[in-house]
C-alpha cells in the first residue's frame, strides 16, 4: 500500500549503542522530514532531505546523522544515543513547497 | 526562522460547544499554514491548510479556519464540540523561503460530555 512507514514503533535502547530508526515512502516524494516530539516542545525538526543524497540541518540535529541514497528511504541513525535522546520520533514527507506533509506512526525510543 | 505560537496548552470544553483553538505567526510575508491533529500514539493528520485561495479554510470533521494577516493569526474552530474531537492540535507553517515546516507546541483538547 502506498504511504509512509515507520520502523521498529517501539525501541529501548542503553546509553552509547547506535540506533537506526527506518523511515520508508512509497509516494517517491522529493522531500523527507524527521521530527522529534517531546512534551512541551511540539514537534522539532531533526533533519531534512529535498532529494537523494541532499541532507541539512534542521533545529536540533546534534548527536544525530541521516543519509538518503535513495528517495524513498531516509534513515536517522543516534550514533552514541544519550538519554534526553528518549523521545517520540516521526517522519515525515511532501512533494514539495505549499504542499502537505504525510507522517509516519511515530517511533518511540527509549534509552537507557 | 519562523515562530509559531499556540495560546493554551490545555483547552476544555463541553460537548456541544464551541472550540477555538488559538495559532500566532512571525512572519512578516504570510507563509502556508496548516493545522494537524493528533491522536494517542499516532502520526499527524492533516485538518486544513491555507494556501493564499481564501482566507477561510474548511477542513474535515468540521473544522474551520481563518487567515488574519493583520493579526499574523490562523485560529482553528468547530461550531459544536464532539467527543471525538479531543485529541493534541498542532499549527504548523512552512516558511517562502524553503520547505522546512515550523510546529507549535500544540494544544490538548479535552471534551467533557
Known amino acids: 500500500d502506498a504511504g509512509i512507514t515507520q520502523s521498529p514503533r517501539y525501541k529501548i535502547t542503553e546509553t552509547g549503542r547506535q540506533v537506526t530508526l527506518m523511515c520508508h515512502q512509497t509516494?517517491?516524494?522529493?522531500?523527507m522530514f524527521w521530527y522529534r516530539q517531546d512534551l512541551g516542545h511540539g514537534l522539532r525538526l531533526i533533519y531534512y532531505?529535498?532529494?537523494?543524497?541532499?541532507?541539512d540541518k534542521g533545529e536540533v540535529p546534534d548527536g544525530y546523522v541521516v543519509s538518503r541514497s535513495k528517495t524513498e528511504n531516509f534513515p536517522l541513525t543516534l550514533e552514541s544515543a544519550t538519554r534526553s535522546q528518549t523521545s517520540v520520533y516521526f517522519c515525515?514527507?511532501?512533494?514539495?513547497?505549499?504542499?502537505?506533509?504525510?507522517f509516519g506512526q511515530g517511533t518511540r525510543l527509549t534509552v537507557v | 526562522a519562523q515562530s509559531v505560537t499556540q495560546l493554551g496548552s490545555h483547552v476544555s470544553v463541553s460537548e456541544g460547544a464551541l472550540v477555538l483553538l488559538r495559532c500566532n505567526y512571525s512572519?512578516?510575508?504570510?507563509?502556508?499554514l496548516f493545522w494537524y491533529v493528533q491522536y494517542p500514539n499516532q502520526g499527524l493528520q492533516l485538518l486544513l491548510k491555507?494556501?493564499?485561495?481564501?482566507?477561510l479554510v474548511k477542513g474535515i470533521n468540521g473544522f474551520e479556519a481563518e487567515f488574519k494577516k493583520s493579526e499574523t493569526s490562523f485560529h482553528l474552530t468547530k461550531p459544536s464540540a464532539h467527543m471525538s474531537d479531543a485529541a493534541e492540535y498542532f499549527c504548523?507553517?512552512?516558511?517562502?523561503?524553503?520547505?522546512?515546516?515550523?510546529f507549535g507546541t500544540g494544544t490538548s483538547l479535552t471534551v467533557i460530555p
Open positions: 515525515a514527507t511532501n512533494g514539495g513547497w505549499g504542499t502537505e506533509a504525510f
Open positions: 509516494w517517491s516524494h522529493s522531500y
Open positions: 532531505s529535498a532529494a537523494a543524497d541532499i541532507t
Open positions: 512572519s512578516s510575508v504570510p507563509p502556508y
Open positions: 491555507y494556501t493564499s485561495a481564501a482566507t
Open positions: 504548523a507553517v512552512s516558511e517562502n523561503t524553503g520547505n522546512q515546516f515550523y
